[in-house]
């Protein structure tokens, strides 16, 4: 079965722009989580969505955002861009989302200059 | 905020060596999870102890948990080149579903 998808895998955008970042689970699972990773702050958790309701929300500035629609992929947004949101961000899919392993796509590298 | 730290945060070894690495969290947990990434690259789920749970084997993974230290470690057997990569533990909480990650481990296996 087909593995989580992320796109684009690398994204450069400008201070101050927006951008969109896709993530398609395995299919079935209704749980989709992302995560920003870079080097000084690690894995720190931004969302949960399950079933189209955000779940949980992690300790971020209100710039970044996400949905689930109902097929259950998920799009998260980030507003107003800053240097340092410069990160790779992680997708990582579950049946239910909890209590089991999560399974990650290859993350979209995004830099902003 | 990271749960907690591995250690060492650096491990260089030749093949067919063990490596160990290990993992302090700070709050109670539900379970505790092992994930490896390549190069900037997604993470592969490798293992996952329950609260309950002491040790855990798998193929050549071998995962300690002992939540009286709020620790963990995780030994590699007979390491490969291709083992080369980080390694993080995540844990998670009793009716969460976040995955809270340490800073982790690059391992570096030389042939």
């Known amino acids: 079965k087909a593995g989580v998808t992320q796109t684009p895998r690398y994204l450069i955008k400008t201070r101050g722009q927006q951008v969109t970042l896709s993530c398609s689970p395995i299919?079935?699972?209704?749980?989709v989580s992302w995560y920003q990773q870079t080097p000084g702050q690690g894995l720190q958790f931004l969302f949960e969505?399950?079933?189209?309701?955000?779940?949980n929300k992690g300790n971020f500035p209100g710039r970044f955002s996400g949905r689930q629609f109902s097929n259950s992929r998920s799009e998260m947004n980030v507003s107003t861009l800053e240097l340092g949101d410069s990160a790779l961000y992680l997708c990582a899919s579950t049946p239910t989302g909890t209590s089991t392993e999560a399974f990650f796509g290859q993350g979209t590298r995004l830099t902003v200059v | 905020s990271q749960q907690g730290e591995e250690d060492p945060q650096a491990l260089s070894i030749q093949e067919g060596e063990n490596a160990t690495m290990n993992c302090s969290y700070k709050t109670s947990i539900n379970n505790l999870q092992w994930y490896r990434q390549n190069s900037g690259r997604g993470l592969v789920h490798l293992i996952l102890?329950?609260?309950?749970?002491r040790e855990k084997h798998s193929g050549r993974l071998r995962v300690t948990l002992d939540t009286s230290k709020k620790s963990s470690s995780l030994l590699i057997t007979a390491s490969r080149a291709a083992d080369t990569a980080s390694y993080f533990c995540a844990t998670d909480e009793e009716g969460y579903s976040t995955l809270t990650f340490g800073k982790g481990t690059m391992l570096l296996v030389s042939p």
């Open positions: 299919s079935g699972h209704r749980s």
């Open positions: 102890i329950r609260s309950n749970e």
């Open positions: 969505y399950f079933s189209e309701t955000q779940r």
